[in-house]
T-cell receptor
């Protein structure tokens, strides 16, 4: 079975600083990869997804992620953090051809300091 | 428009009781997923429904767990003889088809077993 590792359950950055949230997956075959965000008291919503097209994927709210097969990583970045980015972020994978199942990481809570 | 809704939002029950959790997917969404999220952990896949096909029940942790869905409408997740380890947030998600990848999540039901 797939597994997803998110390094750092809590990340704190200053407003305007770079945001980097790490995600590594275990599959030897490149899966489909996703980042979801959960704002306080809201459901998860899709930020961006990688499905075998361009390795650099742009999502909503200025976030992007790069698929690196050699590193089995799909780290999420944003050049300049905004207070409204404070939320919990989840990385997820699904096997190509078996999109029934999604495997989620344990999440990273992003805190943005003024 | 209306998103995925779940009820109740919170449920406290005594060990050994049965509970039923409800999910109303977005109208027209043929695929429906249930996940469990224990405190500090990622989302754990439970079950997947796609139209009238047989559901993928491979994530259900024990025979105390069951779920039903009638057509492409409401789904209920039932946990019989609840145990303290069942305490978690139960999330429901729906998507247009199983292949669309983008899942729309409900706000979850927080279940506490005392």
């Amino acid at each position: 079975a797939q597994s997803v590792t998110q390094l750092g359950s809590h990340v704190s950055v200053s407003e305007g600083a770079l945001v980097l949230l790490r995600c590594n997956y275990s599959s030897s075959v490149p899966p489909y990869l996703f980042w979801y965000v959960q704002y306080p008291n809201q459901g998860l919503q899709l930020l961006l997804k990688y499905t075998s097209a361009a390795t650099l994927v742009k999502g909503i709210n200025g976030f992007e992620a790069e698929f690196k097969k050699s590193e089995t990583s799909f780290h999420l970045t944003k050049p300049s953090a905004h207070m409204s980015d404070a939320a919990e972020y989840f990385c997820a994978v699904s096997d190509q051809g078996n999109f029934n199942k999604f495997y989620f990481g344990s999440g990273t809570k992003l805190n943005v300091k003024p | 428009g209306a998103g995925v809704s779940q009820s109740p939002s919170n449920k406290v029950t005594e060990k050994g009781k049965d509970v039923e959790l409800r999910c109303d997917p977005i109208s027209g969404h043929t695929a429906l997923y249930w996940y469990r999220q224990r405190l500090g952990q990622g989302l754990e896949f439970l079950i997947y429904f796609q139209g009238n096909s047989a559901p993928d029940k491979s994530g259900l942790p024990s025979d105390r767990f069951s779920a039903e869905r009638t057509g492409e409408s409401v789904s209920t997740l039932t946990i019989q003889r609840t145990q303290q380890e069942d305490s978690a947030v139960y999330l429901c998600a729906s998507s247009v088809t199983g292949a669309s990848y983008e899942q729309y999540f409900g706000p979850g039901t927080r279940l506490t077993v005392t």
